[in-house]
């Protein structure tokens, strides 16, 4: 596939989208779509996600893009399929040549207690299934929806992280979860090659998730103090800085398929 994400009518779906990182893609996106694409923000806080949806359409120029919002909840995985049903709730799809998927929801778990500490069975299964489960499933019925649509590209985007390979103190859960979710994103590479997939670690960045591990007691303060550093010298990598990188990278659609890229790479 040697076309750009972002050429002709475009159906762009962003998990997670109602702050941080998930909102600056949808912002992002804007500069880059063409007319009569689609943007649908899917988060968990009806409110909050509204208020996302409004930042975003004031983002707009006179393109005629639209902007839609699916509130739910993944880690219930029985709810992922109505999530789908909405997305394309009365959408008539011979109208979008692109599908690109940026999976971003995501959540950092208990960084004060090692592995051997968290045996709470409900505690795991609630993260593995925000973080793996709904991601898998979300994917997965989404490509089935429209295996019989005239949608000619689909780009997948894994929003990975440097602890998807490298290991951290106090952060098993978050670990386990990116890494795993980057091996599952490799597989889709080799068995659907007719899509594009990215593993994409976007850097530190000024959001919500690292204001809670900067201020929890977790077990890597050399790792804490090191993102403090960043911030106090203001090298932290914004996000409207990595998005930019991110979109540029989907656009020009050079990557090798299943990669995993960090921000500092690129």
């Known amino acids: 596939m040697d076309q750009s994400a972002f050429s002709g009518q475009t159906l762009v779906i962003v998990t997670g989208a109602n702050r941080g990182y998930g909102l600056q893609i949808c912002i992002e996106s804007l500069s880059y779509l063409t007319e009569g694409s689609l943007i649908v923000m899917i988060g968990r806080n009806e409110s909050k996600l509204e208020f996302a949806c409004e930042q975003v359409r004031q983002g ?62 409900q505690k795991v ?50 670990c386990t979860g990116k890494a795993a979710r980057d091996m599952m994103f490799k597989t889709l590479a080799v068995e659907r090659p007719d899509i594009k997939v990215l593993n ?36 932290i990598v914004q996000c409207s800085e990595s998005t930019k990188k991110l979109i540029e990278l989907l656009k020009k659609n050079q990557f090798s398929s299943g990669s995993h890229i960090d921000y500092f790479d690129v």
């Open 60 to 121: 707009m120029t006179s393109k005629n893009i639209r902007v839609r919002t699916v509130v739910s909840d993944l880690s219930v995985l029985t709810g992922v399929s109505k999530v789908i049903e909405q997305c394309f709730y009365e959408e008539d799809l011979t109208t979008f040549k692109k599908l690109v998927l940026f999976n971003n929801a995501a959540s950092l778990g208990d960084v004060t207690k090692t592995l051997d500490e968290i045996v709470d069975p």
């Open 200 to 235: 994409w670690a976007p850097g530190p960045m000024p959001t919500e998730m690292l204001d809670e591990l900067m201020g929890s007691n977790t077990h890597d303060k050399e790792l804490v103090q090191g993102l403090k550093k960043m911030v106090d010298d203001k090298t």
């Open 125 to 174: 299964a609630t993260y593995f299934n925000l973080n793996i489960s709904s991601c898998y499933l979300l994917t997965a019925q989404l490509l089935n929806r429209i295996k019989n649509s005239p949608i000619s590209a689909v780009f997948v985007v894994n929003i990975s992280s440097l602890m998807a390979v490298e290991a951290y103190a106090g952060c098993s859960l978050y």
